[in-house]
């Protein structure tokens, strides 16, 4: 089969390019200049990576990028009084706490403590309830990226059965309620698995457009898909690779040699899903510094 593997990496630098335009704009017509801060707790060395990517595309596109780099002992308190100063800053748009957070840490309390017109991941309570009506003003950056993805490769969703492969708050649930909404890039059918969901197979043998965010590598296999299907791997994961000078090597949880001989559209790992999640997440951040405007 003739398959369709999306480069994201091409993909997010066309959009942030856009999205550098209408930074120049919004900045010679108001003088606001979009800032986002990210707060980073511990040394994990993949987030701090990630964290390190997240400001660099923030700078290029002319924003104002603030890291926040916290050691692991920090307290709830400490975190959620650095994220009340950032709130009522006027020149930060952006507030972004990177996750995992260390287990001494509620997640919950941090994530609900951020204004939620600065959510720009859009994990707090009231941006999550509002996605469950439609009424979002800022789409989770990942579920966002990978309805970015689908746009971009002709893909409709009208109508399809979208397996997702997983549960998680920041992928799992909301690209199952954007898939299921009324309206352009929905309106399909949905059904969500997990670890607990038997015969799991015969499931992801029907789906048309298979989202997989389980976390296992190489998770999905060739005799698990239909040819034909769309294949999203939102999944990274470490893998032992002595051929690597690093001793490791990144794979999604989609076994790409098997899965895209079957699959008409698919996206790697890396290079897939990972840089529209950080585009994404620079498009919420000026719409908050243009709604910040009017």
């Known amino acids: 089969m003739d398959t369709q593997v999306i480069n994201g990496v091409e993909l997010a630098a066309e959009i942030r390019l856009q999205i550098l335009d209408k930074v120049k704009i919004l900045k010679k017509t108001t003088g606001i200049i979009p800032g986002l801060s990210v707060i980073l707790v511990g040394n994990d060395p993949a987030s701090n990576v990630y964290v390190k990517s997240k400001q660099k595309a923030a700078m290029e596109i002319g924003m104002n990028a603030v890291d ?3 050691p692991e002992t920090v307290k709830d308190s400490d975190v959620i009084q650095l994220i009340k100063n950032l709130n009522s800053d006027e020149s930060v748009h952006g507030i972004l706490v990177q996750l995992p957070l260390p287990e001494n840490l509620s997640k919950t309390k941090i994530i609900d403590s951020i204004d939620p017109n600065k959510d720009v991941d859009g994990l707090h309570t009231l941006n999550m309830g509002k ?6 003003i800022f789409p989770p ?3 966002y990226g990978i309805q970015k993805i689908l746009l971009s490769a002709g893909v409709s969703v009208s109508s399809k059965h979208v397996v997702v492969l997983g549960r998680s708050e920041i992928v799992g649930k909301p690209i199952s309620l954007l898939m299921s909404q009324k309206g352009v890039m929905g309106d399909a059918t949905v059904t969500v698995c997990h670890s607990k969901t038997r015969n799991i197979e015969s499931i992801t043998n029907q789906a048309d457009i298979l989202i ?5 590598p190489n998770f999905v296999t060739g005799s698990m898909v239909k040819d034909g299907v769309v ?6 994961n470490r893998v032992v690779d002595a051929q690597n000078r690093r001793g490791y090597k990144l ?3 989609v076994f790409f040699e098997e899965v895209s001989k079957k699959a008409s559209v698919i996206t790697p790992v890396p290079g897939g899903v990972g840089p529209m999640t950080i585009a994404m997440l620079l498009e919420n951040t000026f719409k908050s510094a243009s709604i910040s405007s009017l």
């Open 231 to 236: 294949v999203i791997d939102v999944g990274i």
């Open 131 to 136: 996605l469950m009506t439609g009424r979002q």
């Open 251 to 253: 794979v999604g949880d």
């Open 68 to 70: 926040y780099l916290l």
């Open 212 to 216: 997989a965010a389980i976390g296992m």
């Open 141 to 143: 950056a990942t579920p």
